[in-house]
């Protein structure tokens, strides 16, 4: 009987732990991200590839954000992410081929 609720604190402490690594690998793609688009520098062809990155980085990091989260914090990271995937899928259509 004493096994069973170390086996779920073990489990738990597994998902935290995949979480934590999760939630820094997300930050540090987002920060990336970022600064790929600080670093556009006008030429469409160019502009297109890092929007078109950004967005898919953006929909891998709501994916952690949603997961790993809660409360209002969860709602403030998962509203950036999903904002700016969702302005930059704008662009796209209006100004990139393809």
Known sequence: MLAVPHAVQAQQGA?????????LVAQSM???????????????AKS?????????????VAGVYGRCLSGGERGTRLSQVQ?????FSA???????G
């Open 83 to 87: 904002d700016s995937e969702k302005e």
């Open 30 to 44: 987002q920060r990336q991200a970022i600064d790929q688009l600080e670093q556009a520098d006008g030429d469409d």
């Open 48 to 60: 297109c590839r890092i929007w078109r990155r950004h967005v898919d980085t953006m929909r891998r």
């Open 15 to 23: 998902a935290d732990g995949t979480c934590a690594r999760d939630m």
């Open 91 to 97: 662009a796209i259509k209006a100004r990139c081929r």
